[in-house]
């Protein structure tokens, strides 16, 4: 991933709800590519898992 902007909301996956655990989930297993528009999660927020995720709505 790119160098994440200062400001950026980053999240570490620990503080996710569980619908958005679960959102996070299916696009690691390549079950889907994007959240959907009702995500708790918020466009541009940074998760952090092993890696860094950057969240974008389909």
Known sequence: ??????????????QLEAAALEEVREILAGERSTVPQAST??????????????????
């Open 41 to 58: 999660l918020e466009e541009g927020e940074v998760i952090v898992f092993t890696d860094y995720y950057r969240v974008e709505r389909s």
């Open 1 to 14: 991933m790119e160098t994440i902007e200062s400001g950026a909301t980053v999240k570490h996956v620990d």
